[in-house]
T-cell receptor, first 113, second 114 residues
């Protein structure tokens, strides 16, 4: 079945460091790919998405490129801030009739000032 | 900006009791979902709902679970006889029609079964 694998956390970085959180997926067909973020004590927010190969999703300085050849969707940010501390979930939506979302296990990111 | 709302934010119940978790999806959305997240674990799909019926459900969604859209605005998840392992954060989500549209998640209800 479809699945998402992302790097284990926690990831601890200093402010202004470069961030990469790796994500790979297994899917039949051509899923849409997402990164969701969960700030402490809050729900899930869509951070960015990409719906087809080579698309780049971007938001708030974060980027991820849909790589079909490597089945990857790695999240990157050039200079992280303390406010980026959160749990990040890579996810895919199998494009069936209802597009249920399948999540990775999440990566906790902790940014030190 | 419209958003998905959920009530209550935190529900504590005793094992064996029935609970109803409530969600108000965004008004023009047609697809509705429930997910759960056991503490420290990944978010798992429970059920999807469209056109007043269940479209798909996971193996987690057994006979103890049911969903309903009792009126034009609410979408509920009922657990008939709660177990300790039902303790989790439950997220409601909705999305508009059309393929590829992202789902909008509510803030979640934390269910604690004692």
């Amino acid at each position: 079945g479809n699945s998402v694998t992302q790097m284990e956390g926690p990831v601890t970085l200093s402010e202004e460091a470069f961030l990469t959180i790796n994500c790979t997926y297994t899917a039949t067909g051509y899923p849409s790919l997402f990164w969701y973020v969960q700030y402490p004590g809050e729900g899930l927010q869509l951070l960015l998405k990409a719906t087809k190969a080579d698309d780049k999703g971007s938001n708030k300085g974060f980027e991820a490129t849909y790589r079909k050849e490597t089945t990857s969707f790695h999240l990157e940010k050039g200079s992280v801030q303390v406010s980026d501390s959160a749990v990040y979930f890579c996810a895919l939506s199998d494009r069936g009739r209802d597009d249920k979302i399948i999540f990775g296990k999440g990566t906790r990111l902790h940014i030190l000032p | 900006e419209p958003e998905v709302t959920q009530t209550p934010s935190h529900q504590v119940t005793q094992m064996g009791q029935e609970v109803i978790l409530r969600c108000v999806p965004i008004s023009n959305h047609l697809y509705f979902y429930w997910y759960r997240q056991i503490l420290g674990q990944k978010v798992e799909f429970l059920v999807s709902f469209y056109n007043n019926e269940i479209s798909e459900k996971s193996e987690i969604f057994d006979d103890q679970f049911s969903v309903e859209r009792p009126d034009g605005s609410n979408f509920t998840l009922k657990i008939r006889s709660t177990k300790l392992e039902d303790s989790a954060m439950y997220f409601c989500a909705s999305r508009p029609p059309g393929q590829g549209n992202e789902q909008y998640f509510g803030p979640g209800t934390r269910l604690t079964v004692t």
